[in-house]
């Protein structure tokens, strides 16, 4: 599965859902399969995606959806603890899964080498988990996670395509601007 | 008013309720009365980046929020405020705890407490050390006013002057 159309099928059931981007190809994938106002790019901060999303699912009602990377969480598992511990019934936590730091230069991360992030959720008092490896298993997991009260941590095992697409053309002053006016207008 | 009460009231006057923090005995007179009180959301974190990320996604759907650590923490939280907080401009105060102070008692304190607010400059991050009630209340609304204002984060340092320098 390829992170690109997993991104696509995201976008096609998430509603008005904020979206929050791990950072590179992830976030740059998210603008080319469907740039909104509810997207959150991130360029830099590595390991806060997911912690910026459970910030926003703590102080909003609508469904959050963090698509972080394994590299990335792997960096900030204690966030994991944190949403286990808040319980945000409207926080959806997908990892792209690709087994490496990508980005820079496709180095095999933890996962590759035996740690389950899944478990890890679990271990944390997530109950509402699952590992998928292909679109009709994400569509499923995914459907169900938008319409069922979380948190939810999904791990989607993603491969890389050949090339990555353009560095969006997107910055930060002016994604959270354009984010945040779609809650305080 | 004692100090601990006047940040609380002023997170208020500023509409300022989800606070992320990781403990530190000095400002846990603060974080106490946050605890209890139903106006805020306080959010336990594992790492002060992590509450870092935490209060700029309250921020972005439009919740104010603070975050509270000591200095030991501002060192974790660095990256976090350099590469999301300065780039996408989002007013977080930091109230910390002042570490490495007159009063200090641990050597491993030291170096990162002295080193905060030098850093600070270094990233240009508005930095305000409170070591009195006096004014206090006047000191903390301008420094609310100046954090919204210019959409940045700001420091509230605080020592053992202020909150009596039970240090651990
Ligand atoms: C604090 C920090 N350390 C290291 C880097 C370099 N870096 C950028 S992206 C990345 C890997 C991210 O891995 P993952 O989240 O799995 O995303 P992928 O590249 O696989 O899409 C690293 C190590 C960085 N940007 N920031
Ligand atoms: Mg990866």
């Not at chain 2, 974790?76 to 930091?94: D, E, F, K, Q, Y």
Request: hydrophobic fraction near 40%.
């Amino acid at each position: 599965m390829l992170r690109f159309d997993a991104t696509q099928l995201v976008l096609r059931h998430a509603g008005d859902s904020p979206i929050v981007g791990n950072l590179g190809p992830t976030s740059d994938e998210l603008y080319h399969a469907g740039h909104r106002d509810r997207n959150f790019y991130t360029y830099g901060n590595m390991g806060l995606c997911s912690s910026i999303a459970l910030g926003m699912a703590l102080s909003t009602d609508d469904k959050v959806i963090s698509l972080d990377g394994d590299g990335s969480l792997l960096m900030n598992l204690g966030t994991i603890a944190t949403i286990g511990r808040e319980m945000p019934e409207n926080l959806v936590v997908l990892v792209w899964d690709n087994e490496m730091w990508g980005q820079t230069g496709g180095q095999s991360s933890h996962t590759a080498t035996g740690t389950n992030l899944e478990d890890v959720a679990k271990s944390c008092g997530i109950s509402k988990t699952t590992t998928v490896d292909d679109l009709e298993t994400l569509e499923e997991a995914f459907g169900r996670a938008m319409n069922e009260p979380g948190p939810w941590f999904i791990v989607a095992k993603i491969e890389e395509a050949a090339e990555y697409m353009p560095v969006a053309p997107v910055e930060p002053e002016f994604t959270l601007y354009r984010f945040r006016n779609t809650y305080i207008e | 008013m004692p100090w601990a009460e006047t940040i609380v009231d002023t997170l208020k006057k500023w509409d300022t309720s989800l606070i992320a923090y990781v403990p530190d005995i000095s400002i846990d007179r603060v974080t106490s009365i946050i605890d209890a009180d139903p106006f805020f959301h306080l959010v336990s974190c594992t790492r002060e980046e992590e509450a870092v990320g935490v209060a700029v996604g309250s921020y972005a759907v439009g919740r104010n929020a603070a975050v509270f650590m000591q200095s030991s923490g501002f060192g974790n939280s660095i990256n976090g405020i350099a590469s999301l907080c300065l780039p996408s401009r989002t007013p977080i105060p930091i109230f910390m705890n002042l570490r490495g102070q007159v009063g200090e008692f641990n050597i491993a304190q030291v170096a990162m407490g002295r080193n905060t607010k030098p850093i600070l400059d270094l990233f240009g991050i508005a930095h305000y050390t409170i070591e009195s009630e006096d004014r206090m209340d006047t000191l903390l609304d301008g420094v609310m006013k100046l954090c919204h204002a210019h959409r940045n984060p700001v420091a509230i340092c605080m020592t053992p002057m202020l909150h009596g320098g039970k240090i651990a």
